[in-house]
């Protein structure tokens, strides 16, 4: 997903839903990979503001999630 700042927008994922950041490419961070136990995994990658999206803007998203109703009650409790 596209995001202005992708090590700061991980801490969103990571402080409120509980996210582990697995992986980071260059430095500034350009691209992160982040999981939550083995169900979600989430990619944040850096994008030029002059570039950023628009509605009328095509954008990728894949999520991947094993057992969405046990995610669901753990990220409801704050797991």
């Known amino acids: ?7 700061e927008s991980a ?3 990571t402080e409120k839903l509980g996210f582990t950041i ?17 169900a ?12 950023q999206s628009t509605l009328n ?3 990728s998203l894949y999520v991947f999630v094993f057992d969405i109703d046990l995610l669901y009650e753990r990220v409801k409790r704050r797991e």
């Open 11 to 13: 801490i969103f994922y």
């Open 57 to 59: 803007s095509p954008v």
């Open 22 to 38: 697995t992986s980071k490419w260059d430095n500034p961070i350009d691209f992160l990979v982040m999981n939550r136990e083995e």
């Open 40 to 51: 979600v995994s989430r990619h944040l990658s850096r994008s030029d503001s002059s570039h």
């Open 1 to 7: 997903m596209p995001v202005a700042d992708p090590e």
